[in-house]
């Protein structure tokens, strides 16, 4: 069965400074990627998906993301963090596996929730 | 364009009583799916629907639980009778895709209180 790491429950950060937060999977052959965004009251907002193709994904709100098979990992990054991205991230896996049929549903990670201090 | 709404926003009720949340989709999209997020538990899936098809619904808690989707622009999760342990914010999320794999576009969910 797929499943999702996060390893850090809550990461602290200033303001400006660089984020990565962590996000490791397991899955049986291709895995489908996502990063979503929760405000507090909110519903969960894609930040951006990874199925194929170019390691590095573009999202939105200036975040990005990276695919290292090697690694089973898709951590998200942004450069300089502003006040408004505190919030929790969810990272979710879906896909194919090793019997080349759906997994039929995204399994979510138990979220990373994100303080920026100013 | 609209994204998925969900209504109420908000619902207080006594144990014992039918609560009945909302959901309409994005128009155009073909997969709904029902989830529960709770402190202890995160976020849970609880059935999804493929062309207004119930595909999964191993994740609903139990006979007390039921959900359907009438026509491609709604939804509906009923709890019959609740439960002070179905306090939960619930959404909706649909998708352009079916299939369940692929990106989901969630509502801003229904927190439920049920006393």
């Known amino acids: 069965a797929q499943s999702v790491t996060q390893p850090d429950i809550h990461i602290t950060v200033s303001e400006g400074a660089s984020l990565e937060l962590r996000c490791n999977y397991s899955?049986?052959?291709?895995?489908?990627l996502f990063w979503y965004v929760q405000s507090p009251g909110q519903g969960l907002q894609l930040l951006l998906k990874?199925?194929?193709?170019?390691?590095l994904v573009q999202g939105i709100k200036g975040f990005e993301a990276e695919f290292k098979r090697s690694q089973s990992s898709f951590n998200l990054r942004k450069p300089s963090v502003h006040w408004s991205d505190a919030a929790e991230y969810f990272c979710?896996?879906?896909?194919?596996?090793?019997?080349?049929?759906?997994?039929?549903?995204?399994?979510f990670g138990q979220g990373t929730i994100l303080t920026v201090h100013p | 364009d609209a994204g998925v709404i969900q209504s109420p926003r908000h619902e207080v009720t006594e144990m014992g009583q039918e609560v009945t949340l909302r959901c309409k989709p994005i128009?155009?999209?073909?997969?709904l799916f029902w989830y529960r997020q709770t402190m202890m538990r995160g976020l849970e899936l609880l059935i999804y629907?493929?062309?207004?098809?119930?595909?999964?619904d191993s994740g609903m808690p139990e006979d007390r639980f039921s959900a359907k989707m009438p026509n491609a622009s709604f939804s509906t999760l009923k709890i019959q009778p609740s439960e002070p342990r179905d306090s939960a914010v619930y959404f909706c999320?649909?998708?352009?895709?079916?299939?369940?794999?692929?990106?989901?576009?969630f509502g801003p969910g229904t927190r439920l209180t049920v006393t």
């Open positions: 999320a649909s998708s352009p895709r079916q299939g369940g794999n692929y990106e989901q576009y």
């Open positions: 899955y049986g052959a291709t895995p489908y």
């Open positions: 990874y199925f194929s193709g170019d390691t």
């Open positions: 979710a896996v879906g896909g194919i596996n090793a019997g080349g049929t759906s997994y039929g549903k995204l399994t």
């Open positions: 128009s155009g999209h073909n997969s």
């Open positions: 629907f493929n062309n207004n098809v119930p595909i999964d």
